[in-house]
């Protein structure tokens, strides 16, 4: 048996992995338990609803993201957006890496499974996605601000593309046996369409 005080962390770990790799409603809580080396007790403790657990899931998938995204922050506004689309591809060439395919978006996975099932869930959710475009956002904000953008492209319109895109292309990665390269090329082909030519 773990250790109490690192057991939220491994119950939010472990069922970040068996979400990914199966599916939230897949997954019973006996076997949360079992994965992250814990009593069912001390679930129950942390977690008073499994819906509880799949808010802290996607907080820890929102921070992974994001330290992604800082991660590659570019020295120009285009190379900065461009980046997005890197972020994007290691964080889904982790997973393939770690699955042996494309498992899609943890977020996108949940949306699909619980939004029209759960006011709550689906609101956090939504919270997570609008963190996501208020992060590229920022980036095409940047991109406009240094002219790097085309004209008449509405950088809070881009980002909301942008967010669309991404999920897009991860669910038909998912679905079409795509790699996660594919998905980074993509996101990257989108991005320098609204970019001025020669931008750098």
């Known amino acids: 048996m773990g250790r109490t005080s690192d057991s939220r962390e491994r119950i939010v770990r472990a069922s970040a992995r068996l979400f990914l790799s199966r599916s939230y409603g897949a997954v019973s809580v006996d076997e ?3 994965a992250a080396d814990v009593r ?100 095409c904000r940047r991109a406009q601000g240094d002219g790097a953008l085309r004209d008449g492209v509405d950088p809070d319109r881009l980002a909301h593309s942008l967010l669309a895109l991404a999920q897009g292309q991860i669910l038909l990665a998912k679905v079409e046996g795509l790699s996660a390269a594919d998905i980074s090329a993509a996101l990257r082909e989108f991005i320098d369409a609204h970019l001025r030519e020669g931008a750098a």
């Open 40 to 139: 069912k007790g001390s679930f129950y403790y942390y977690f008073p609803a499994k819906t509880e657990l799949a808010k802290a899931v996607i907080d820890l998938h929102t921070q992974g993201l994001l330290a992604q995204l800082s991660a590659t922050p570019g020295a120009s506004a285009a190379e900065r957006l461009r980046n997005v689309a890197d972020a994007v591809g290691a964080i889904q060439t982790r997973f393939e890496s770690k699955y042996g395919r494309i498992v899609g978006c943890p977020f996108g996975n949940l949306a699909a499974e619980l939004s029209t099932v759960d006011d709550s869930l689906r609101g956090h959710l939504a919270a997570a996605f609008a963190r996501w475009e208020r992060e590229f956002a920022v980036l």
């Open 32 to 34: 949360l338990c079992a």
